[in-house]
């Protein structure tokens, strides 16, 4: 079975800096896709960033990146010029590929890093 | 509707309560999951269905816990003889057919809150 892990239950940054956000997984898996979700006080989780194993560039989608280390199974998030509308709960996420048979689909989450972001 | 939509928003019950909860997928999504999500836990799967196939329902905590999906669209989350612990937002998603990007679209939960 899989399992994620953010050892970061909250994190705070000041507006216009940089925070990183820690997540490592642990998979039998050679080939998976890994995501990260924000869930702001709205409650709706919406998808930030996904990241293909087999891919070796780290996914990029403004101002947040991933720093993908696929050998030590860590999937951290970097969130550049932070904004007020970034506070919220941050998810890292792992999903087995449609192909791979068993339980398609199936995001396993993390527990979640608290992020806040002071003015 | 252009997202998925859950109801009630917010439910209280007392202990021993029967409760539904609703959710209705993105127009064409095929793929539906729910999860529940406690204070300080993340979340949990509970159920996920695709198509006609038969639901995968491994996550589903206990015999108390039912879902159903009705002509391949609206999903119900029944929780027979509701208990405190199952006091969360019960989290709904949903999936385009044929994708291998593995996105989910959520709908904002429904927060059950059992007395």
């Known amino acids: 079975a899989q399992t994620v892990t953010q050892s970061q239950p909250e994190m705070s940054v000041q507006e216009a800096e940089t925070v990183t956000l820690s997540c490592t997984y642990d998979?039998?898996?050679?080939?998976?896709?890994l995501f990260w979700y924000k869930q702001p006080p709205s409650r709706q989780m919406i998808l930030v960033i996904r990241?293909?194993?087999?891919?070796?560039q780290n996914a990029t989608e403004n101002r947040f990146s991933v720093n993908f280390q696929k050998a030590a199974k860590s999937f951290s998030l970097k969130i550049s010029d932070s904004q007020l509308g970034d506070t919220a709960m941050y998810f890292c996420?792992?999903?087995?590929?449609?192909?791979?048979?068993?339980?398609?689909?199936?995001?396993?989450f993390g527990k979640g890093t608290l992020l806040t972001v002071n003015p | 509707g252009a997202g998925v939509s859950q109801s009630p928003s917010n439910k209280v019950t007392e202990k021993g309560k029967d409760v539904e909860l609703r959710c209705d997928p993105i127009?064409?999504?095929?793929?539906l999951y729910w999860y529940r999500q406690s204070l300080g836990q993340g979340l949990e799967f509970l159920i996920y269905?695709?198509?006609?196939?038969?639901?995968?329902k491994s996550g589903l905590p206990s015999d108390r816990f039912s879902a159903e999906r009705t002509g391949g669209s609206v999903s119900t989350l029944t929780i027979q003889r509701t208990q405190q612990e199952d006091s969360a937002v019960y989290l709904c998603?949903?999936?385009?057919?044929?994708?291998?990007?593995?996105?989910?679209?959520f709908g904002e939960g429904s927060r059950l809150t059992v007395l």
């Open positions: 996420a792992f999903m087995k590929p449609w192909n791979s048979g068993g339980s398609n689909y199936k995001l396993t």
């Open positions: 269905f695709q198509g006609n196939s038969a639901p995968d």
């Open positions: 998603a949903s999936s385009p057919p044929g994708t291998t990007t593995g996105e989910l679209f």
């Open positions: 990241q293909e194993a087999y891919k070796q």
């Open positions: 127009s064409g999504h095929t793929a």
């Open positions: 998979t039998s898996e050679n080939n998976y896709y």
